[in-house]
Nanobody, 115 residues
Framework: QVQLVESGGGLVQPGGSLRLSCAAS????????MMWYRQAPGKEREFVAT???????RYADSVKGRFNISRDNDRNTVYLQMNSLKPEDTARYYC?????????WGQGTQVTVSS
């Protein structure tokens, strides 16, 4: 049974950093592509970053140079390191994976960037 559990969100001041975690079970994170999405109130859910099975990463233009996605195969966990946070980064952040026709989401973790 595939499960994704996010953690690490919270309240941070502009310019600060947070590291989000996505703990996976039921599969191996190195075998499936892993993604982070976010959704702000009143907005569509949007792509943030992905790490591919080969280790390559892709980012949304809005976070490029500030966010970094990585994975720890021993812990079966994917991370999103977020630096230089801005108020517009405030959103609920979700972990996602997919295999064939199936898509799996976590419950999300809230990130609020405010002074």
């Amino acid at each position: 049974q595939v499960q994704l559990v996010e953690s690490g969100g919270g309240l941070v001041q502009p310019g600060g950093s947070l590291r989000l975690s996505c703990a996976a079970s039921g599969f191996t994170v190195s075998s499936w592509p892993m993604m982070w999405y976010r959704q702000a109130p009143g907005k569509e859910r949007e792509f943030v970053a992905t790490i591919l099975t080969g280790g390559g990463a892709r980012y949304a233009d809005s976070v490029k140079g500030r966010f970094n996605i990585s994975r720890d195969n021993d812990r079966n966990t994917v991370y999103l390191q977020m630096n230089s946070l801005k108020p517009e980064d405030t959103a609920r952040y979700y972990c996602k994976t997919l295999r064939l026709r199936d898509t799996y989401w976590g419950q999300g973790t809230q990130v609020t960037v405010s002074s």
